[in-house]
């Protein structure tokens, strides 16, 4: 096995920036190596049970180990010795975890860290917005709505090192959804001691995986990775410091970069498209999709299809992306990437299969978006609409804000379109708690599964920040994970009608597949990135003259 660490599960693309992954191997890695990088914001958490977005991931990626991880497309094992013993019916796993496991404060891991966290996950006490993602194994959605105590949940330890979870139903992406950090085990003893603190600062938690975390107090713009020695595949961890800066603005990104302040650096616009041609330029296909989420509760008017559909078609895609990304991405009109979820029957693409069929709900047309407008306004007896659309503070953010609104005041006669740019942790928090009349989301996904998506969308999702309900998607989406689940034609055609339906009626309007320019120094060896978009820094070398 090359290397272990990865993250977060979905089936895309495996890349590796500038050059392929093997440089890291025949390198002299015995000079002391350091990366330079930037993150678009603040850490919002590093509880591993809490943490909602991809920047804490990456982070919680580089410094916790999970049973399982991603190398590339494979699933390899990381704290566990193999992939797990399956029972024949398909609803038993038994892990065995390695005997040389250990904490950063030295104690060892065992079973009953992966007991203990996977109960907190469920535990409604912890308010993980994740805790949704449990359902399936023994017990957990009595648990989560509180019918149930914690230590019902479907998971025990046989001793230090077998760790056996028992399932309510057959579930064909399990393996690859323990991948996400809230599965990571959890040292009680440190939640104990700091309490409601735990994850907010970096001395408030322990570590298992590659890194530990200093030097970042629960609000820092820079934070330091330090390699920890008592990670069971130190020996391969080669980059002995990590170091990250927030950086929202393109062009200070690009000034960072060629000042050699940064390693690698995230560009997109104006600059991304000045710079492609340089040797160091490359893009990055992300399992990400970007879309607007429409909230009905807030403003009756959102909740006519005539309206969304209207909203959807004044939108060029096309042009918004060379305008204002520039940097790889595509447009999309559903809202799982091309990529990641594959018929193992047919091998055909789901995003493929799906954009097909509801293209014509997303399809650039002024014309016919301003007569649906027209159209849902005399439904709804009204002369025009107006609500405040919200999106991050990022100098992106601020630009598809503007493109946004600009598209549909040329498009739609009347719309009044406010726009509120906030910081990324404050976005997320006005969406989970549904105190956005519109928000540009995004979501990465967790696994590679069509699932990962379909299933924020369902009545009460706690991701479903636009609370858009239909209830025969929920039914689809219910079957595809219960009747169903051992079918792989039966719960593709689930899927495939459940996202239709969200396409049909536009319940989140999906705007495109983010592709991410990046500026890489040719220094950095084998740094791939996980389907889920998470950089595996176990092997890799930045090794310079």
Not at 37 to 65: H, Y
Request: charged share 25%; glycine share 6%; net charge positive.
């Amino acid at each position: 096995m090359k290397k272990k660490p990865l993250w977060t599960g979905l089936a895309a693309v495996a890349l590796t920036l500038v050059l392929a992954a093997c440089g890291g191997k025949s390198a002299d890695t015995s000079k002391l190596q350091t990366i330079n990088r930037m993150a678009k914001d603040v850490i919002s958490t590093m509880d591993p049970q809490k943490a909602v977005d991809a920047i804490a991931g990456q982070v919680i990626e580089d410094t916790n180990a999970g049973l399982l991880r991603y190398d590339g497309k494979k699933l390899e094992p990381d704290e566990a010795t193999a992939l797990p013993k399956v029972s024949k019916d398909q609803k038993t796993y038994t892990f065995t975890l390695r005997k040389n496991l250990k904490w950063s404060n030295g104690e060892q891991v065992t079973a009953k860290d992966y007991v203990y966290a996977w109960q907190r996950l469920a535990d409604p006490k912890t308010k993980s917005e994740y805790a949704y993602i449990a359902s399936g194994i023994l017990n957990a959605d009595a648990i989560t709505a509180g019918k149930k105590d914690p230590s019902t949940l479907g998971v025990k330890a046989e001793g230090k090192y077998k760790f056996v979870v028992k399932l309510d139903r057959p579930m064909p992406y399990f393996k690859t959804m323990i991948t996400l950090c809230v599965f990571d085990p959890t040292q009680k003893s440190a939640v104990d001691k700091h309490g409601d603190k735990f994850g907010t600062s970096a001395n408030t938690q322990t570590y298992n995986g590659p890194y530990v975390l200093t030097k970042w107090n629960g609000s820092s713009n820079t934070w330091v990775e330090k390699k920890n020695p008592n990670y069971w595949n130190a020996k391969n961890v080669h980059v002995k410091t990590i170091k990250t800066q927030v950086v929202k603005e393109t062009t200070t990104a690009l000034n960072l970069f060629q000042s050699g302040k940064l390693d690698d650096a995230i560009i997109s616009g104006d600059t991304a498209a000045q710079m492609q041609n340089d040797s160091q330029y490359n893009t990055v296909e992300q399992g990400r999709t970007s879309y607007l989420e429409l909230n009905a509760q807030r403003v009756p008017e959102l909740a006519n299809v005539n309206i969304r559909k209207a909203l959807s078609m004044a939108i060029n895609r096309k042009e918004f992306i060379k305008k204002v990304l520039g940097d790889g991405s595509k447009p999309i009109s559903q809202v799982v990437p091309y990529g990641l979820f594959t018929n193992e029957d047919n091998n055909k693409d789901f995003a493929t299969e799906a954009s097909k069929a509801n293209a014509a709900d997303s399809k650039y047309d002024v014309k016919k978006a301003a007569a649906l407008y027209k159209k849902g306004l005399k439904e709804l007896g009204k002369s025009t609409i107006s609500f405040t659309l919200t999106g991050d503070d990022t100098d992106v953010a601020k630009k598809t804000l503007e493109y946004l609104q600009g598209a549909w005041a040329k498009a739609l006669p009347g719309i009044k379109v406010t726009t509120k740019s906030v910081p990324f942790k404050t976005r997320v928090q006005l969406s989970l708690d549904h105190q956005s009349d519109a928000v540009v989301s995004s979501w990465q996904a967790d696994f590679p599964d069509a699932i990962s998506f379909l299933d924020l969308f369902t009545t009460g999702n706690s991701y479903n920040s636009g609370n858009w309900s239909n209830a025969k998607y929920d039914q689809l989406i219910k079957d595809s994970k219960d009747k169903d689940a051992a079918s792989i034609s039966k719960r593709w055609a689930d899927l495939k009608q459940a996202d239709e339906i969200l396409a049909q009626q536009q319940g989140v309007i999906s705007l495109y597949q983010t592709g991410e320019a990046h500026l890489t120094k040719k220094t950095i060896k084998d740094m791939p990135y996980s389907p889920g978009n998470m950089i595996n820094f176990v092997g890799t070398t930045n090794i310079t003259k």
